[in-house]
């Protein structure tokens, strides 16, 4: 079949589809589980699924049992799955990935779909934005057995609109083994000295749309030879991950081609020359907002010359660092990481040499949210301290879920008093790190937490999230996310939007009003680090830092190698400029839990 594809979120989607079909049939609650089981191992796979499934290895993965196994291989087979297309009828595609994305339930979107004769999601968004739609809906009182109310109709323009945001863009996470293996072909051709990932996913964004790279050849080192140059860009496509070469940009110094790549999103490569390397890769960094007003301090300086920044010779002789620096150097700038080029004032800074110092991977001394298979995690627990070891932490809480939370296999009393017993064990047994009994206790309802306060005043650390019945209005919801940080047991508030990408808009929310309260309340907000969550974003990130909150950078892990992504965390930290006295999880563990008491006392 085509190989045009981005199997695993492809794929992944599909499965989580399905499983979401399924949980709508409430009896049938077992496949919906294991559904989401493999949609996340799938999801999660460190690689091509697909090459996974063509080695033979595919049935070994957790949670690919017979049935499932069965439904993948003829995904692959055929592209298509049958089961599926025989739920989801005549529908498009985009319209049962918008299912899940608006949490409105598969029947009232099949009927909206009907009642506005949509073709498209283009559609549904011109719809929904046109004036009466309100009063169209509404009207149709036999939409359903209770009508759509406002609430609902408010988020489905929220999540037609988060679907709008996000289409083309492809997770960071998710692309970087697909960037190594291309970073290793680089290496083997002979002419090229130097490749080097530029744009968007050196500014690490979340979310990209492309890739962009920024090559130098060995026969550019003296001078740019133009003729070799395009030579190369057109041997490019021989690469293995190039499909075609669909546009050549060339420009005195460099040359540019953008290739469609086998994963589904395009690649732009710029072949430049020792002496243009600096300014290539600035320019590629981007964003075009930040290099706009470096350009107005270039020209303050007399060194714009209408097109380009222009480098004083003295300058150059910073080049060898390979960077950029010997740019923002010559113009007197502080040096700008990749992560702050957004135009948020990081100009204003460096010029006063007052940038923050961004918060670094090593500063990270624990993740404070991994689930483990006592909940719905599939990860081998010497496994986990192995590895946590390897990312050198002190601590590790293992933070399973509380009883409401059916599909997240959460834990009843009994089976909580037995972890409890478990952990201790544990505790006891492990000399490299220090284990935590943690929770990610469901907010069930304003002022309702999932477990009474006689487990909860036993937990090491307490993590309040939601992940029901969120569809209620935004004052509730609200209330609800503020009772949780106002209870003295919850330290902080995990994945505080629910958004997951390409699956979930962000829950109706009044974030201000939260992250005031959390700072009030002395408590953290999470920067969740899994790669389609990534929740908060640096915008709200950057708030909770501008209101004196604090946020704990954890992966909610389920499989080992999510521990991995709390890089991913870091990078949404830095680009928000948090530093490392921003994070709590960068503290000792006695500072930790001294925090925790502290906060603990904090009560309105
Ligand atoms: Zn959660
Ligand atoms: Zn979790």
Same mark, same amino acid.
């Given at each position: %079949?085509?190989?045009?594809?981005?199997?695993?979120?492809?794929?992944?989607?599909?499965?989580?589809?399905?499983?979401?079909?399924?949980?709508?049939?409430?009896?049938?609650? *077992?496949?919906?589980?294991?559904?989401?089981?493999?949609?996340?191992?799938?999801?999660?796979?460190?690689?091509?699924?697909?090459?996974?499934?063509?080695?033979? /290895?595919?049935?070994?993965?957790?949670?690919? #049992?017979?049935? !499932?196994?069965?439904?993948?291989?003829?995904?692959?087979?055929?592209?298509?799955?049958?089961?599926? #297309?025989?739920?989801?009828?005549?529908?498009?595609?985009?319209?049962?990935?918008?299912?899940?994305?608006?949490?409105?339930? @598969?029947?009232?979107?099949?009927?909206?779909?009907?009642?506005?004769?949509?073709?498209?999601?283009?559609?549904?968004?011109? =719809?929904?934005?046109?004036?009466?739609?309100? &009063?169209?809906?509404?009207?149709?009182?036999?939409?359903?057995?209770?009508?759509?109310?406002?609430?609902?109709?408010?988020?489905?323009?929220?999540?037609? #609109?988060?679907?709008?945001?996000?289409?083309?863009?492809?997770?960071?996470?998710?692309?970087?083994?697909?960037?190594?293996?291309?970073?290793?072909?680089?290496?083997?051709?002979?002419?090229? @000295?130097?490749?080097?990932?530029?744009?968007?996913?050196?500014?690490?964004?979340?979310?990209?749309?492309?890739?962009?790279?920024?090559?130098?050849?060995?026969?550019?080192?003296? @001078?740019?030879?133009? =003729?070799?140059?395009?030579?190369?860009?057109?041997?490019?496509?021989?690469?293995? /991950?190039?499909?075609?070469?669909?546009?050549?940009?060339?420009?005195?110094?460099?040359?540019?081609?953008?290739?469609?790549?086998?994963?589904?999103?395009? %690649?732009?490569?710029?072949?430049?020359?020792?002496?243009?390397?600096?300014?290539?890769?600035?320019?590629?960094?981007?964003? &075009?907002?930040?290099?706009?007003?470096?350009? $107005?301090?270039? %020209?303050?300086?007399?060194?714009?010359?209408?097109?380009?920044?222009?480098? &004083?010779? $003295?300058?150059?002789?910073?080049?060898?660092?390979?960077?950029?620096?010997?740019?923002?150097?010559?113009?007197?700038?502080?040096?700008?990481?990749?992560?702050?080029?957004?135009?948020?004032?990081?100009?204003?800074?460096?010029?006063?040499?007052?940038?923050?110092?961004?918060?670094?991977?090593?500063?990270? =001394?624990?993740?404070? +949210?991994? +689930?483990?298979?006592?909940?719905?995690?599939?990860?081998?627990?010497?496994?986990?301290?192995?590895?946590?070891?390897?990312?050198?932490?002190?601590?590790?809480?293992?933070?399973?879920?509380?009883?409401?939370?059916?599909?997240? *296999?959460?834990?009843?009393?009994?089976?909580?008093?037995?972890?409890?017993?478990?952990?201790?064990?544990?505790?006891?047994?492990?000399?490299?790190?220090?284990?935590?009994?943690?929770?990610?206790?469901?907010?069930?309802?304003?002022?309702?937490?999932?477990?009474?306060? +006689?487990?909860?005043?036993?937990?090491?650390?307490?993590?309040?999230?939601?992940?029901?019945?969120?569809?209620?209005?935004?004052?509730?919801?609200?209330?609800?996310?503020?009772?949780?940080?106002?209870?003295?047991?919850?330290?902080?508030?995990?994945?505080?939007?629910?958004? !997951?990408?390409?699956?979930?808009?962000?829950?109706?929310?009044?974030?201000?009003?939260?992250?005031?309260?959390?700072?009030?309340?002395?408590?953290?907000?999470?920067?969740?680090?899994?790669?389609?969550?990534?929740?908060?974003? $640096?915008?709200?990130?950057?708030?909770? &830092?501008?209101?004196?909150?604090?946020?704990?950078?954890?992966?909610?892990?389920?499989?080992?190698?999510?521990? #991995?992504?709390?890089?991913?965390?870091?990078?949404?930290?830095?680009?928000?400029?948090?530093? =490392?006295?921003?994070?709590?999880?960068?503290?000792?563990?006695?500072?930790?839990?001294?925090?925790?008491?502290?906060?603990?006392?904090?009560?309105?």
């Amino acid at each position: %079949m085509d190989k045009n594809q981005i199997y695993n979120l492809k794929l992944a989607t599909t499965l989580a589809n399905l499983a979401e079909i399924y949980k709508q049939k409430s009896e049938d609650t *077992k496949a919906a589980i294991d559904l989401n089981v493999a949609a996340r191992t799938v999801r999660d796979y460190p690689g091509n699924i697909f090459d996974a499934y063509n080695r033979g /290895f595919l049935a070994s993965l957790p949670g690919i #049992d017979e049935t !499932v196994y069965e439904i993948i291989e003829e995904f692959f087979e055929t592209g298509r799955i049958k089961l599926y #297309d025989g739920i989801r009828g005549q529908y498009p595609d985009e319209l049962i990935k918008f299912i899940r994305i608006s949490g409105l339930g @598969k029947k009232r979107m099949f009927k909206l779909y009907e009642l506005l004769d949509l073709k498209s999601m283009s559609d549904l968004r011109q =719809k929904v934005h046109e004036t009466g739609i309100y &009063k169209l809906i509404l009207e149709q009182t036999s939409f359903d057995k209770e009508p759509i109310n406002e609430i609902q109709i408010k988020r489905l323009i929220d999540s037609v #609109d988060y679907y709008y945001c996000i289409e083309g863009l492809t997770p960071r996470g998710f692309l970087d083994f697909f960037v190594e293996s291309v970073m290793n072909e680089f290496g083997r051709i002979k002419e090229v @000295k130097r490749a080097v990932v530029t744009g968007s996913m050196r500014r690490k964004k979340s979310f990209v749309r492309d890739i962009d790279i920024l090559l130098l050849p060995e026969f550019n080192i003296d @001078k740019y030879d133009s =003729k070799k140059s395009e030579l190369l860009l057109k041997k490019l496509c021989n690469l293995s /991950f190039v499909n075609e070469l669909t546009a050549i940009n060339s420009k005195p110094g460099n040359i540019s081609g953008r290739f469609k790549t086998n994963l589904g999103l395009d %690649m732009e490569i710029i072949i430049t020359y020792a002496k243009g390397w600096p300014l290539d890769l600035f320019y590629s960094t981007g964003s &075009k907002e930040h290099v706009k007003r470096v350009e $107005e301090i270039a %020209m303050q300086r007399g060194l714009f010359n209408g097109i380009s920044i222009q480098l &004083k010779p $003295e300058a150059m002789a910073g080049l060898e660092d390979n960077s950029d620096a010997l740019i923002y150097k010559m113009l007197d700038l502080q040096y700008i990481p990749p992560e702050l080029r957004e135009n948020n004032n990081e100009i204003e800074l460096a010029l006063n040499k007052r940038l923050p110092e961004l918060i670094k991977l090593e500063d990270i =001394k624990g993740d404070l +949210h991994v +689930h483990s298979l006592w909940s719905d995690g599939i990860i081998d627990f010497i496994e986990m301290v192995t590895k946590a070891k390897v990312l050198g932490y002190e601590y590790l809480a293992i933070s399973d879920h509380s009883i409401s939370n059916l599909y997240g *296999k959460g834990l009843n009393e009994e089976r909580i008093i037995e972890k409890f017993e478990y952990i201790k064990y544990l505790k006891a047994k492990t000399k490299v790190l220090k284990i935590l009994m943690g929770v990610e206790v469901d907010i069930k309802s304003v002022g309702k937490l999932d477990y009474g306060e +006689h487990i909860l005043e036993q937990m090491d650390i307490v993590l309040g999230s939601m992940h029901s019945n969120y569809t209620n209005s935004c004052e509730e919801n609200t209330a609800r996310v503020i009772s949780a940080i106002e209870n003295s047991f919850v330290s902080i508030i995990a994945h505080p939007t629910g958004v !997951v990408f390409g699956a979930r808009a962000p829950y109706l929310l009044d974030m201000e009003k939260i992250i005031e309260a959390a700072a009030a309340h002395g408590k953290a907000l999470e920067i969740n680090s899994y790669f389609v969550r990534l929740d908060l974003d $640096e915008n709200y990130s950057r708030k909770v &830092k501008e209101s004196g909150g604090k946020i704990a950078i954890n992966t909610d892990s389920h499989r080992l190698n999510n521990l #991995d992504m709390i890089k991913l965390g870091v990078d949404v930290a830095r680009r928000a400029g948090l530093e =490392k006295e921003d994070v709590i999880n960068t503290m000792s563990l006695d500072e930790l839990m001294d925090w925790k008491q502290k906060t603990a006392r904090n009560k309105k």
